[in-house]
């Protein structure tokens, strides 16, 4: 076998692993996101009935303080130090933020009655499942509009506070339709994103698998907030 036969094969091979890497990557990402939102729903409902736990969490500020200080380490030391952990550890981490989130969010079924929050629920999946097939198959470039929402989430973060302070009815409405207009937007920039990184992947190794988890708690955070938003619009309280 000469030289040139071999440099084809090693080709042949880094195409057919890269042919083979997209679909399963692509996969993966829905998998893990799916676990997540799972986990993070039973986590909520579970807590929601446990007295003692809510009392726990909501009875004084430190452990809701302490639940989201934690919730915001975990994703930003996910996100920086993907490269230097493991697979099996930044699984564990994810898993771990999808838990502490259900808990911060168990106060959902103390304030929304259950029948609304499984509409919302289906309402969500199907605006989120739209657009993340129009970020997957649209031929636009989105890396523009991805910056400019970006920039909106900021604005949106600083408006929440201030309202917290105003606690204008008025302004709490513009904030929920606003960020219901920010992740719609989002969910299909985040896929058309992790869609290019997994179209160039060279093949399903964990470097590679570690990034497919990213992405999964990308759309996992979209869905969780385009969820919240929509709650807060149509939700019925009991």
């Given amino acids: 076998m000469d030289y040139q036969e071999l440099n084809y094969q090693n080709v042949a091979t880094r195409e057919e692993k890269a042919a083979v890497a997209f679909p399963a990557l692509m996969r993966k990402?829905?998998?893990w996101m799916s676990m997540a939102l799972v986990i993070t729903g039973l986590t909520a409902w579970l807590v929601?009935?446990?007295q003692s736990l809510i009392?726990?969490?909501?009875g004084n500020q430190v452990a809701i303080w302490v639940l989201i200080i934690a919730e915001l380490g975990l994703v930003i030391g996910l996100s920086a130090a993907i490269h230097k952990l493991s697979l099996p550890v930044a699984t564990l981490?994810?898993?771990?933020?999808?838990v502490i989130n259900g808990a911060v969010?168990?106060?959902i079924f103390l304030v929304f009655s259950v029948q609304s929050i499984g509409t919302v629920f289906f309402i969500t999946a199907g605006t989120f499942a739209a657009m993340s097939l129009f970020g997957y198959f649209t031929k636009s470039d989105l890396t523009s509009m991805g910056k400019l929402l970006m920039m909106a989430v900021i604005g949106l973060i600083i408006a929440t506070v201030v309202n917290l302070f105003v606690k204008s009815s008025g302004l709490d409405m513009i904030i929920s339709y606003a960020g219901v207009l920010i992740f719609v937007g989002l969910t299909a920039y985040d896929t058309q994103k992790?869609?290019?990184m997994c179209v160039q992947a060279p093949d399903m190794g964990e470097t590679m698998q570690k990034l497919a988890l990213l992405g999964a708690l990308s759309l996992y955070l979209d869905f969780i907030n385009l969820f919240i938003?929509?709650?807060r619009i149509f939700g019925n309280r009991d």
């Fill in 194 to 196: 992790i869609k290019q």
């Fill in 93 to 98: 981490m994810f898993v771990l933020y999808s």
């Fill in 229 to 231: 938003y929509l709650l």
């Fill in 105 to 107: 969010l168990s106060s």
């Fill in 55 to 58: 009392q726990l969490i909501y």
């Fill in 48 to 50: 929601s009935h446990n």
């Fill in 29 to 31: 990402v829905y998998v």
